[in-house]
T-cell receptor, first 109, second 113 residues
């Protein structure tokens, strides 16, 4: 079966750095997405990785290792507005997106 | 820019009632999707469409029907609602296949009593 694992919940302090991990087992791989979802709102796109390595976009970075079936999202200089759920999704061999259950990130002052 | 718009935002149904959720996008996207989101689970694909007049089943299609008569609209129907269909429903659209990023609507919270 296809599976995406993420921690259910994480807590971090404002101004700090947090790393959210995602491991996946899918039938094929055609890219990995990270989305942010604030409570009661729609998911919004954060990053896309298809090749191994680190993609940096401002305070957010995303890393991919295809051989390990592993990705992480790194958030720097955390702000209160970063409190949200972070969804990892993998595109399988049929180009269908398989979604993780999401990691709820709580930022404390 | 409206993007992806869903109506209604909230609805309470009794078991056995029917209803339709409407999704409209103004980005001229070919692909449209209906997902449901339940606590502790990832987004699950109900049905999707790769263009006007086409529909296909996703991971959890039972109990739902869809139609894509116009490119900009994607309708999700529940013919006979069941409590198991209590969920938050999200519509999304994308330009190409799932390799392109998706734009989501704000969600429709449905409760079936």
């Amino acid at each position: 079966g296809q599976n995406i694992d993420q921690p259910t919940e994480m807590t971090a302090t404002e101004g700090a750095i947090v790393q959210i991990n995602c491991t996946y087992q899918t039938s094929g791989f055609n890219g990995l997405f990270w989305y942010q979802q604030h409570a009661g709102e729609a998911p919004t796109f954060l990053s896309y990785n298809v090749l191994d390595g680190l993609e940096e976009k401002g305070r957010f970075s995303s890393f991919l290792s295809r051989s390990k079936g592993y990705s992480y999202l790194l958030l720097k200089e955390l702000q209160m507005k970063d409190s949200a759920s972070y969804l990892c999704a993998v595109k399988d061999s049929n180009y269908q997106l398989i979604w993780g259950a999401g990691t709820k990130l709580i930022i404390k002052p | 820019n409206a993007g992806v718009t869903q109506t209604p935002k909230f609805r309470v149904l009794k078991t056995g009632q029917s209803m339709t959720l409407l999704c409209a996008q103004d980005m001229n996207h070919e692909y449209m999707y209906w997902y449901r989101q339940d606590p502790g689970m990832g987004l699950r694909l109900i049905h999707y469409s790769v263009g006007e007049g086409t529909t296909a089943k996703g991971e959890v299609p039972d109990g739902y029907n869809v139609s894509r008569l116009k490119k900009q609209n994607f309708l999700l129907g529940l013919e006979s609602a069941a409590p198991s269909q209590t969920s938050v429903y999200f519509c999304a659209s994308s330009q190409g296949d799932a390799s392109d990023l998706m734009f989501f609507g704000e969600g429709s919270r449905l409760t079936v009593l």
